[in-house]
């Protein structure tokens, strides 16, 4: 293809906003199908819809929370956090010496929950802004597609 020609730009443009657009629609009508069980699960299948839609948000926070707790469960086994924990225990052994191993574990395990906090902000804040990017492309694409109109 070549890219030095506009049509093709555009119409390539145009093509990955159609899939990306497609994608993100699947991937909402996932999240509320998701959702619409669980609340159906909270509250009943004969439940009203006012109590459902109530459900709804104290259900997505849950979903949430529980998201949360499993990345740190996962982010406190990688390579960094351990080597944060491991470094933890050692300076704490140094510092207090040998018959501290209570305290050097304790220290280990709140560096490497800080780490893994950590990691998760950083990621998160790297999905955020990569959704950022891909929101700004998108509506790009749309000013190409609308000025080739």
């Known amino acids: 293809m070549q890219y030095s020609d506009p049509a093709a730009r555009r119409a390539e443009a145009e093509r990955r906003l159609r ?5 993100e629609e699947q991937r909402a ?5 998701l959702l619409a069980s669980a609340c159906e699960r909270a509250c009943g299948p004969d439940a009203d819809h006012a109590w459902a ?20 469960r996962r982010l406190l086994r990688s390579q960094e956090a351990v080597a944060e924990a491991d470094a933890a225990y050692e300076a704490c052994l140094r510092r207090r010496g040998r018959g501290a191993e209570a305290a050097a574990e304790e220290a280990a395990d ?4 800080r780490t893994a906090e950590f990691l998760l902000r950083q990621r998160l804040g790297e999905l ?3 959704r950022h990017r891909a929101a700004a492309a998108r509506r790009a694409a749309g000013r190409v597609s609308v000025d080739a109109a």
């Open 53 to 72: 839609a109530f459900t709804a948000a104290q259900v997505a926070q849950q979903i949430r929370d529980e998201r949360r707790a499993a990345a740190l």
């Open 19 to 23: 899939e990306e657009t497609t994608l």
């Open 128 to 130: 955020h802004a990569d």
């Open 29 to 33: 009508q996932v999240r509320r199908t």
């Open 110 to 113: 709140a560096a490497g929950r």
